[in-house]
């Protein structure tokens, strides 16, 4: 926790981080916030398919 803020799921919301397949009590959370981040193309996520 960093200023009351869960550090590691900022940085899956920010794009900066992914999720790895792992069992924890926040998964959920964790996978909405990554899900969210890819929704919204930032970071990690800004990027184009290749054709």
């Not at 200023?3 to 009590?25: H, V």
Request: glycine residues 4%.
């Amino acid at each position: 926790m960093v200023d009351g803020e869960n550090f590691n799921k900022r940085l899956l919301t920010d794009g900066y981080a992914r999720l790895y397949e792992s069992s924890f009590s926040k998964r959920n959370t964790f996978e909405d916030a990554e899900a969210q981040a890819q929704q919204d193309n930032v970071r990690l996520w800004d990027f184009e398919q290749p054709t």
